[in-house]
């Protein structure tokens, strides 16, 4: 069984960066790709960045392309996201997700086709 734990948000103003940081508890842990989503009050959860395990091609919607940056450390099992320039609209959870079932088809746009997802990290932009 898989854990991931994200660490890293808070408090900051517009403008300012923000590294998230995403650890998998199994020491087994493999995956296909990796990916961050975020959830506003009242809302649904959103792509945010998603990120190819083996190769490291990144992907990214409009609303974060060249602010965010994601990352992973295959040898330390973990998944970063950079944050810069961040705007009060960036203020909501942020959760790291992990497909580690095999696929025939990606959809790492899609909330539902992850199997893991860590429990969340606030990050709030204050304006």
């Known amino acids: 069984q898989v854990r991931l734990v994200e660490s890293g948000g808070g408090m900051v103003q517009t403008g300012d960066s923000l590294t998230l940081s995403c650890a998998a508890s199994?020491?087994?842990?493999?995956?296909?790709?990796m990916g961050w989503f975020r959830q506003f009050p009242g809302k649904d959860h959103e792509f945010v960045a998603a990120?190819?395990?083996?190769?490291?091609?990144?992907d990214y919607p409009d609303s974060v392309k060249g602010r965010f940056i994601i990352s992973r450390d295959k040898a330390q099992k973990t998944l970063y996201l950079q944050m810069n320039s961040l705007k009060p609209e960036d203020t909501a959870v942020y959760f790291c997700?992990?497909?580690?079932?095999?696929?025939?088809?990606?959809?790492?746009?899609?909330?539902?086709?992850?199997?893991?997802w860590g429990q969340g990290t606030q990050v709030t932009v204050s304006s």
């Open positions: 199994e020491r087994t842990f493999n995956s296909y790709a």
């Open positions: 997700t992990a497909r580690t079932q095999p696929y025939h088809t990606s959809g790492y746009y899609s909330k539902t086709w992850y199997d893991y």
């Open positions: 990120i190819s395990w083996l190769s490291g091609s990144p």
